[in-house]
């Protein structure tokens, strides 16, 4: 059993903490451990535990707006996969939760124009569904 040095713990959680703060899932994350730093999962389970409370600990000093933005990019990322995976279903639940949820001062209901498969310029990341809504 190799010997790791806290060196290369340190440099693993934070290359951990980077991409959680990239809004990568903490699945992908250990995958990635696991596949880049070759350790088993409980390692990486660990390491991106440790990342995970370092993020955490960072809530305090946060403003609103910058934990709302994470938020939308957690949503938006799960709306992506689930739009990669054709679950069209998900990715629009995902999209209302996020204009119930999060409603834009402007323009509430941009979701709408994609829903009836029209096409918006001020809807952000929706369109990207908008073609597989219409089939």
């Known amino acids: 059993m190799p010997i790791t040095t806290r060196k290369e713990i340190k440099r693993r959680r934070l290359d951990a903490l980077a991409k959680l703060n990239t809004s990568w899932g903490v699945g992908d994350t250990i995958s990635y451990l696991v596949r880049d730093y070759k350790i088993t999962r409980r ?3 660990l390491d991106v535990t440790c990342a995970s409370t370092e993020l955490c ?6 403003e609103n707006t ?16 689930s739009e990669e995976d054709k679950q069209y279903g998900a990715a629009v639940g995902c999209y209302r939760n996020q204009e119930e949820e999060y409603p834009r001062k402007k323009n509430t209901n941009l979701l709408k124009p994609v829903l009836k498969g029209e096409k918006s310029t001020e809807t952000l990341s929706v369109l990207t569904c908008s073609s597989d809504l219409k089939n």
Do not use: H
């Not at 600990?57 to 946060?62: L, P």
């Not at 910058?66 to 996969?81: C, F």
């Open 43 to 45: 390692s990486a389970n």
């Open 66 to 81: 910058d934990m709302l933005a994470w938020l939308l990019t957690k949503i938006q990322r799960v709306a992506v996969k």
């Open 57 to 62: 600990k960072n809530f305090d000093n946060t």
